[in-house]
């Protein structure tokens, strides 16, 4: 026990490896939220009138909800008038923002060197395309005439606004409603930026697509907005990785992502997140509150989300699937790991509307200090989704006596034919393990390393080949020394 | 190679350990024989470094070593091995992966460069022939799933990859049948060579007969109360521990 809280304390200490700040000019607008703010930010990104429309009545909508409290969370006060809702790095340079890497601001550059982003076009090799956000605009969008030859459009949904508007306003919304919840309906008044993905038919997406969000100024939130389409037999797969510098406030985050998946159309979304978990005592860290949903709307379309949860002080994200196409299939392969005062609540939504569909859940909480991590997942199958199938099977891996892992599996099966099945364990690092380890020369710490990669090993595997070995790295990092 | 002097140890404040004294050296293979509970699975744990006993008195040296000031791991790397009496299963963590671990710790221990995955691999073939395991084994998950026998196998696998210069075998023998224990006594004779001595604990001559330990002691109530050749294992096969405790004076 005195070993154990002596590794916890050390883990205490541990600095956290991204935390810097980028000294640019920002451009700030005052803090507070009104619908003269809402206005403000749609007039600054040249917004058409149904656009402010949209973000009109979400903030009216918002501002007559309550922040929700179901969740295994203890979520604090947030003072959204304290929060300032549009930060633009890029002012103070070029109007247009910047055309090439040259043009882009040298500090900002080392920021994303730091963080080992391949913004670089030679990395081309690497088969990336980044959409780098930092805090609300996107800075340099890479590979986007070697899409744009296959008709694939990937840019900043601030670009997508101004360049497709149709197929903008075609779907947004569509997945993820502003009446949605509470966060997806702040997000859907205040969004600032984000990636917008357009796959037409039968095009395979020949690389990675990646956004590596970034929060970066002082007191701001993030409010994100993807969108990727994909349209009859397309295929794309696209990852998000997110990491945040140091903060002693609280920050909030709430995004919203949006997948619309057409007949025998295939989307895998991969998300590495490492946003500031906040310091050992649990002061400061980010708010991750986010909506992500798919709709699976063509017969025999795949949705997969794939996610690696290391960061945050809390995080409150359940990426979802809406099975409307005959035999259409969905994935949820989740890693969170909470450590010190972190806490989770993630999981999922699998709603069978559609026949003979099928969807996979596969959950791996790790849970160490004194941290909260909760699985809560909902299998809903519509009378008429005859033939449905569910398979989940959520785990919990338990390092140390103080933290705490919790199940919440909600079931709704209105269908006779459907078959769905959850499986659920608990286990614990033993300490006989470890010593097993050790007594073959290998330290405590890359032991728990190993084991918890070896029980993540699943859900890793389903990453593209080099954010898997990324993800591993994340996981042994955001461990170390929880063990003694 | 390792000097045992006046060795104390206690598991949650209970002493079991009461005074040993052993000198091993290059070579030699010493068998440890005592009724359960008398303290050789103590004695194996304190050497290997065990958080869970506490050594109360009496010092251990290993090649000139103070072995007590080390961490477990360190004492892996100077060449000590624990053939377990219960290998604990590591679900997950593939045998290649484990050992690949294991090994480049030893090496960085060392000063030398992980292996590459291709000698790495070569050596885990050779290595397996030893103890004629499966290759199915080497890519399952850390004795997850193993027999008792395989599981046996396995540790004496593992002694070959990391070819330790003195190894505790704890019990190796217990469970195995007939040809399984022949398997693994002739694995762990082929990896004998004059510099790397054992300390083999067992109730049974079946493994001795194989092994042909230079020395046998009796262990009872924490310390060493008979020592003597192979002929000591022999006696004990015949006329059990009775004939010895009689001669022990009362505490």
């Known amino acids: 026990m005195e070993e154990k809280n002596k590794f916890v304390r050390e883990v205490a200490e541990k600095k956290y490896e991204y935390g810097f700040t980028t000294d640019v000019q920002t451009e700030i607008i005052d803090k507070g939220l009104s619908e003269e703010v809402v206005r403000i930010i749609s007039a600054k990104k040249g917004e058409p009138e149904w656009l402010l429309d949209f973000r009109l009545k979400a903030y009216r909508y918002w501002l007559a909800q309550r922040q929700p409290d179901w969740a295994h969370l203890t979520l604090p006060e947030i003072d959204y008038q304290a929060i300032s809702y549009y930060a633009d790095p890029t002012q103070g340079r070029k109007k247009d923002g910047p055309k090439t890497l040259d043009e882009v601001d040298p500090e900002l550059m080392k920021t994303f060197d730091k963080l080992g982003i391949p913004l670089e076009e030679r990395l081309a090799l690497s088969g990336t395309a980044v959409d780098a956000v930092m805090d609300s605009v996107s800075v340099k969008t890479t590979f986007k005439e070697k899409l744009s030859e296959k008709g694939i459009i990937f840019c900043s949904i601030s670009e997508a606004v101004r360049e497709y508007p149709d197929l903008v306003r075609r779907y947004l919304g569509t997945v993820v409603p502003y009446r949605d919840n509470y966060f997806a309906a702040l997000n859907s008044a205040v969004f600032s930026d984000g990636s917008f993905v357009y796959i037409p038919k039968g095009v395979r997406c020949p690389m990675e697509l990646s956004t590596y969000f970034r929060i970066n100024a002082r007191n701001t939130g993030q409010f994100e907005r993807t969108l990727i389409v994909c349209d009859d037999g397309g295929y794309v797969s696209y990852l998000e990785g997110c990491t945040a510098p140091m903060r002693d406030e609280n920050q909030l985050h709430a995004a919203i992502v949006e997948i619309v998946v057409n007949d025998n159309a295939e989307v895998k979304y991969s998300t590495v997140q490492n946003w500031y978990p906040g310091d050992a005592e649990g002061r400061g860290g980010v708010l991750n509150l986010v909506t992500k949903r798919g709709h699976l709307r063509g017969a025999n379309s795949k949705l997969s989300w794939t996610q690696v949860e290391t960061g945050s002080a809390i995080t409150w994200k359940y990426p979802s699937c809406v099975l409307s196409g005959d035999n259409s299939q969905a994935e949820f392969y989740s890693v969170a790991v909470t450590n010190n005062y972190q806490q989770a609540d993630t999981g999922t939504k699998m709603i069978h509307l559609g026949r003979n569909t ?22 809903r199958v519509a009378p008429g989704a005859d033939g449905a199938r569910n398979y989940s099977s959520c785990d919990s891996l338990l390092l140390g006596s103080e933290c705490g892992a919790h199940t919440f599996p909600y079931m709704d099966v209105q269908n006779d034919t459907a078959v769905v099945e959850h499986e659920a364990t608990t286990s614990k690092i033993s300490e006989d393990q470890l010593f097993y380890c050790n007594q073959r020369g290998i330290p405590t710490e890359e032991a728990v390393g190993l084991i918890v990669n070896g029980y993540a090993k699943e859900v890793i595997n389903k990453l593209p080949m080099e954010f898997a070995v990324e993800a591993q790295k994340l996981l042994s990092v955001s461990l170390e020394g929880t063990v003694g | ?172 023998d217990s469970g195995l049948d007939v040809d399984a224990l022949r398997i693994v006594a002739e694995g762990f004779n082929k990896l004998r060579t004059p510099e790397t001595s054992a300390l083999v604990i067992t109730h049974y001559q079946r493994l001795l007969d194989y092994l042909r330990p230079d020395f046998v002691h009796v262990l009872i109530g924490g310390r060493i109360v008979r020592s003597g050749g192979p002929e000591l294992a022999t006696e004990i096969e015949n006329r059990g521990f009775d004939w010895i405790k009689a001669g022990i004076p009362e505490e």
């Open chain 2, 1 to 172: 190679m390792l000097e045992i002097k006046d060795l104390h140890a206690a598991i949650n404040g209970k002493e079991i350990l009461k005074g040993i004294d052993l000198t091993v050296r290059p070579g030699e293979i010493h068998a440890l024989m005592g009724l359960n509970g008398a303290g050789k699975s103590t004695l194996s744990n304190v050497l290997v470094g065990h958080p869970a006993y506490e050594v109360t008195r009496g010092s251990v040296t290993f090649n000139g070593k103070d072995l007590l000031a080390l961490s477990p791991e360190e004492r892996s790397h100077e060449g000590l091995f624990l053939s377990f009496q219960q290998p604990v299963e590591i679900p997950g963590v593939s045998m290649v992966n484990f050992m690949r671990a294991a090994l480049n710790a030893k090496r960085k221990y060392q000063g030398l460069e992980p292996m590459s995955a291709g000698d790495f691999l070569k050596l885990m073939r050779e290595k397996r022939r030893i103890v004629e395991l499966d290759s199915k084994l080497a890519n399952r998950s850390v004795n997850e799933g193993f027999s008792g026998g395989e599981k046996k196998r396995n540790e004496i696998f593992q002694m070959a990859v990391l070819e330790p210069l003195f190894s505790i075998l704890d019990e190796t």
């Open chain 1, 358 to 379: 099928r969807s996979t859940i596969i959950s791996k909480g790790i849970s160490a200090g004194r941290s909260q991590n909760s699985y809560r997942g909902l299998v």
